[in-house]
């Protein structure tokens, strides 16, 4: 059988993501009519493999249930970023018709906004790191900054799978075990902490190189589609690419609700960096301080990007502060296929003229 070019995309993702690239189901996807009674598909679900193995929970008290469905028996509560295998994905009903998506585990079923899908791999540590320091990405389900090379020193936060910093110093610690000391993208020579080397991967080249190259910058196009919460990539009007995104949503503030919306029209991606860090917001209202924002592809002047998340996997209805939130790995490819390219060995953030940059409609 042949293979054609936008099969080997789909196929693909491209040489160097941490996991393959599937086509995400679309928004139009519903749960069964609950009216209905139970279906056949309720009591033997469809199941899904999904390119993660693991799953974190995102707060405490999520449900492991026997069925995928809010009314079926509670097996077992999970505690905060408590780690489980996850053994793929199914449709079920509720607790949103907008996201019916449900992980199965090993105990049974739990509803997917609220765990973060990932994976857990050591890396080998590097044997230097010269004065620029280089990109690197988690690659565990969570790991702890501490405030030095030593496993007994202070806890400075949780970093979660998917973050994108910059890795700025080598240590050792008195067992001879490899640190790195990391910044956010956007942090100039400031080192937050250091995180045991084995659960960072460096990222090279090949993760960096540009997908689709030879198609020109006007045969491209990203489509927002708000009312759906999808975005689609097209090259010469035929759709390579489709995900699950959480658009500009609305939140309490201050002054009132204030709808943070994803502005419509048509913009240009001016601005990569590929690992941030993102803060907004009024404390004790809306404020949010998110380090490493990971492949973030800017496209208005006011900060709306695509970049990747790692503390909702709720997708398929408004609620960022005007971004388009996909997973990691999306995040990446559409870094990877839009312009401006971003060389590997660039350190900061990259502009251009918004003429060369791809074109993004959001609608």
Request: charged share 20%; net charge positive.
């Amino acid at each position: 059988m042949k293979t054609t070019r936008r099969c080997f995309l789909k196929i693909s993702g491209g040489l160097a993501l941490a996991v393959p690239f599937i086509r995400i189901r679309s928004t139009h996807a519903q749960a069964p009519d609950p009216g209905a009674g139970e279906s056949p598909e309720l009591r033997t679900p469809e199941l899904q493999p999904i390119p993660y193995a693991f799953g974190r929970a995102f707060r405490k008290d999520l449900i492991i249930r026997e069925q995928p469905t809010t009314q079926a028996p509670i097996v077992r509560r999970l505690r905060a970023n408590e780690v489980i295998p996850l053994l793929g994905e199914v449709i079920g009903l509720g607790p949103t018709t907008y996201n019916p998506f449900w992980y199965l585990t090993r105990d049974g079923y739990v509803h997917s906004a609220n765990v973060q899908p990932c994976n857990n791999v050591l890396n080998k540590p590097l044997s230097e790191v010269d004065e620029r320091g280089l990109w690197a990405e988690i690659t565990v389900p969570f790991t702890e900054l501490r405030a030095r090379a030593d496993p007994q020193s202070g806890v400075r936060s949780l970093l979660y799978y998917g973050c994108v910093f910059r890795i700025l110093q080598l240590a050792e610690d008195r067992d001879g075990k490899a640190w790195y000391g990391i910044a956010d993208g956007n942090g100039g020579k400031t080192v937050l902490g250091f995180v045991r080397a084995e659960h960072l991967r460096p990222l090279g080249p090949e993760d960096f190189a540009p997908l689709s190259p030879d198609v020109p910058l006007d045969k491209k196009r990203i489509e927002v589609n708000l009312k759906n919460q999808t975005a689609t990539a097209y090259e010469y009007d035929q759709p390579v690419f489709t995900a699950r995104v959480a658009t500009g949503g609305k939140y309490r503030t201050p002054e009132g609700v204030v709808d943070f919306f994803t502005i419509p029209g048509e913009h240009r991606i001016f601005r990569k960096i590929p690992g941030t860090r993102m803060t907004g917001g009024t404390p004790g209202y809306d404020y949010y301080d998110l380090p490493g924002v990971g492949w973030a592809s800017f496209f208005t002047s006011s900060g709306i990007a695509f970049h990747g998340v790692y503390w909702h996997n709720d997708y398929g209805r408004p609620r960022s502060h005007g971004c388009v939130n996909m997973l990691p790995d999306q995040a990446h490819w559409v870094f990877r296929w839009t312009t401006p390219a971003y060389p590997h060995t660039e350190r900061s953030s990259l502009r251009t003229k918004r003429e060369a940059g791809s074109l993004v409609k959001v609608f």
